[in-house]
């Protein structure tokens, strides 16, 4: 039995419930770097909260050992405060703004979705990666970066130290992504729009996205990326709902036991929010507060996952998952750069 199959064991093995107080302190040093990644973001536009916490909590992880107390704590925030952030991200995506985007664009989204995580999956069969982890970075990689991968999660209960991983690699390669997808679309020549349908359609975090956007062309660009990224964003939750069924008739559950719902209750909950959005009652000072909110949650969620980056771990890995994430990657550039070229936006 390998590294990973022991720590999947071990993660199936049911654990007591901390105690408030251990939960505590944990908790309050991943919400304290939350809210100052926060309070960054706002000084520094260009900065990711996201992105910020994460490495923070890599780096610390890496050169300081802290106390085993805090670990029930920062558990918490990795797996409950992230799913209150995938569920107020759905406050963000309105039905309407996704259809307006036209047949084409619609087509572009779901194609590359569905493309990059079939493909991913194809990818990490002929390297031989482990069938959970795939799954988490197909859906990482094709959907929205951490939040896809903790949809998904939910589904599969896969290993925390695969979710680190597949997390690891989102953050390294979306960040390629940033100057990357700029590079080419300046090389190409392509215009503000198609270089925002661009963005949209193939970067992995919705931070990433406004980070390439703003760098290749600000607002004009930026409105476009957002708003696809975002109608990829949706598609989370037909995806989780997917994967759920194949597992549900691939598996056979122990007498006495119950099957996970087709979707977890957050996702449940981020569905409940986009129609919310759609609705379109909520007072836009109550959209801008909860904006915030959601960026606290899922930045002190990033640090957590950050803190879960053990680089001795992730090297037992091997250049496998790297080389899935690299194919992956290129693979959802080549859907986008096919769609533009076939006259997607122009």
Not at 47 to 74: D, F, Q
Request: aromatic share 6%; glycine share 12%.
């Amino acid at each position: 039995m390998d590294y990973m199959d022991k720590t999947l064991q071990r993660t199936k093995t049911p654990q007591p419930t901390p105690a408030p107080h251990r939960t505590a302190s944990g908790l309050a040093l991943c919400g304290a770097v939350g809210l100052v990644t926060v309070l960054i973001g706002l000084v520094v536009p260009g900065l990711s909260p996201l992105l910020i916490a994460i490495i923070l909590g890599a780096i610390l992880r890496n050169v300081v050992r802290l106390p085993e107390s805090w670990e029930p704590g920062i558990g918490f925030a990795a797996k409950h405060i992230l799913r209150w952030g995938v569920v107020l991200l759905g406050l963000q995506i309105s039905f309407t703004t996704i259809i307006d985007l036209g047949p084409g664009v619609l087509i572009l989204v779901v194609s590359a979705v569905g493309i990059t995580f079939l493909g991913t999956l194809a990818l990490g069969r002929l390297l031989h990666v482990d069938t959970d982890l795939t799954l988490l970075i197909a859906s990482g990689f094709s959907i929205c970066g951490a939040a896809a991968v903790a949809g998904v999660q939910g589904t599969l209960r896969a290993a925390e130290e695969k979710v680190a991983a597949a997390i690891a690699l989102v953050v390294l390669f979306g960040t390629l992504m940033i100057p990357t997808t700029v590079a080419v679309m300046a090389a190409l020549g392509f215009d503000d729009s198609q270089t925002g349908i661009f963005i949209g359609a193939t970067t992995h975090e919705v931070a990433q996205v406004v980070a390439a956007a703003g760098i290749a062309g600000g607002g004009a660009v930026l409105a476009v990326a957002v708003t696809v990224k975002l109608a990829r964003v949706a598609l989370l939750a037909p995806v989780v709902a997917g994967i759920s069924l194949v597992r549900q008739r691939h598996s056979d559950v122990p007498a006495g036991q119950k099957r996970p719902p087709i979707l977890p209750l957050f996702v449940v909950g981020f569905i409940a929010m986009m129609v919310i959005a759609t609705l379109d009652f909520l007072p836009a000072p109550v959209l801008d507060i909860t904006g915030y909110v959601q960026q606290f949650l899922l930045a002190t969620a990033m640090f957590a996952l950050g803190l879960g980056v053990h680089f001795k771990s992730l090297k037992k890995l091997g250049a496998r998952p790297l080389l899935l994430g690299l194919g992956s990657t290129v693979l959802i550039m080549c859907v986008g750069l096919a769609a533009l070229y076939v006259g997607v936006g122009a």
